[in-house]
């Protein structure tokens, strides 16, 4: 028998292999329904309030907020809530959709101890081991190889988990992203690469960047298996993510993709966004708004009225509220630990470091 990480003997078949299966769920039940609306509605109201905590300066340095593209993190964490996540510097919705608290939340972007990475990581840098989210990264293109390794290390342990990859339009038109496509298929890892494309990065419209922008296809080059989804209804990303993650751990080799999205801010805080054409910004509002569309679900097929989605909105508002008042109360890290979580421990088997329970920092 061939070892696992072997290549495939036989050349690939077909340039455009698409995802042929079938959604591999059952439909949502009212609560499973209501669940993802108040995760959306939780991340969207605690980084509002990350943003009025930024122009009072509570909040330093980088800042990419998340809001409009919260049905993607949370339709993905609703069929992959036990396997490795892995993303970029626009990291507040997956965190949170993975289980970062909002706690742990607003303390990370305060600076503050009691924060996801102990204060030390910021905006940019939100990590929490215990739920398997390893992690946003601020380089452009630099943790897609990386969620190679953690599907490595993953198979090598004989987990049955994938890595879930998101990253945006515009690092798929980077160097390591070609590279870490290429090695992923040719090993056939049990990742599942996710591109929100949302439209831009930076300034840039998508148009400008790339004369392909169906991102999906960058899949071709190397063989792999793609998609492409509108990504505003949280239950058909759901669905989509959770046949890509049967997919790659099927031993058929990874899936990339494409879930079409938009965000409603500048690319950070420090951009006002006046590249958008007049009135973009409020069509994509107006018809794809994830949370209009949610409410809309339940009410139309769960008979949820107005009382009971706005009791949901009242508890969001004091969680998030909460949040806020936790993360003005706690302490500063110690300057005497700046150093502490530069390099990680030396381990010496894979095997070693596998006690993810032990890893969060208690919020007290
Ligand atoms: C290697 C590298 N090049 C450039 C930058 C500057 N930069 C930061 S974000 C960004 C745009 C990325 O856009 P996209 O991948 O579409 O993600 P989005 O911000 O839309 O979520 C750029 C060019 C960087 N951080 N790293
Ligand atoms: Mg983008």
Request: proline fraction near 5%; hydrophobic fraction near 40%; glycine fraction near 8%.
């Amino acid at each position: 028998m061939k070892p696992e990480s072997a290549p495939p003997d036989e050349p690939v078949e077909s340039l455009d292999r698409l995802l042929r299966l079938p959604d591999p769920l059952p439909p949502c039940t009212r609560d499973e329904l209501l669940g993802l609306y108040r995760q959306m509605a939780l991340i969207r109201r605690v980084e509002e309030l990350a943003a009025k905590a930024y122009t009072q300066r509570k909040i330093l340095g980088f800042c990419h907020l998340y809001i409009g593209q919260e049905s993607v993190a949370v339709g993905a964490a609703a069929s992959t809530s036990d396997d490795y996540w892995i993303t970029a510097y626009r990291d507040h919705g997956h965190a949170m959709a993975k289980g970062v608290s909002a706690r742990a939340m607003m303390a990370e972007l305060f600076g503050k101890r009691t924060g996801a990475s102990q204060g030390q990581g910021g905006s940019m840098h939100i990590f929490d081991k215990s739920v398997r989210f390893m992690g946003g990264y601020g380089i452009v293109g630099a943790h897609v190889p990386m969620a190679n390794g953690i599907a490595w290390a993953a198979r090598a342990r004989e987990e049955e988990r994938v890595c879930v990859c998101f990253f945006g339009d515009g690092a798929a038109n980077q160097g390591a992203f070609f590279e870490a496509l290429c090695l992923a298929e040719l090993y056939r890892l049990p990742v599942v690469f996710i591109c929100e494309n949302n439209g831009y990065a930076m300034g840039t419209p998508l148009h400008r960047q790339s004369a392909v922008t169906d991102m999906s296809l960058r899949a071709r080059g190397v063989g792999m298996t793609r998609e492409q989804l509108a990504g505003w209804d949280v239950q058909r990303v759901r669905q989509r993510v959770a046949a890509a993650r049967q997919h790659a751990l099927s031993g058929q080799g990874p899936v990339l993709l494409e879930i079409v999205t938009y965000r409603y801010r500048g690319h950070s805080m420090s951009d006002p966004a006046k590249y958008r054409p007049a009135g973009e910004l409020e069509q994509v509002r107006e018809r794809n708004d994830p949370l209009t569309l949610t409410r809309r679900d339940l009410q139309k097929d769960h008979g949820l009225d107005d009382a009971a989605i706005e009791a949901v909105l009242a508890s969001v508002e004091e969680e998030a509220d909460d949040s806020w008042a936790f993360a003005e109360s706690s302490a500063e890290p110690d300057p005497a630990t700046l150093y502490d979580f530069v390099y990680a421990p030396q381990t010496t088997s894979l095997a070693a470091d596998t006690d993810l329970s032990a890893a969060r920092p208690q919020e007290s």
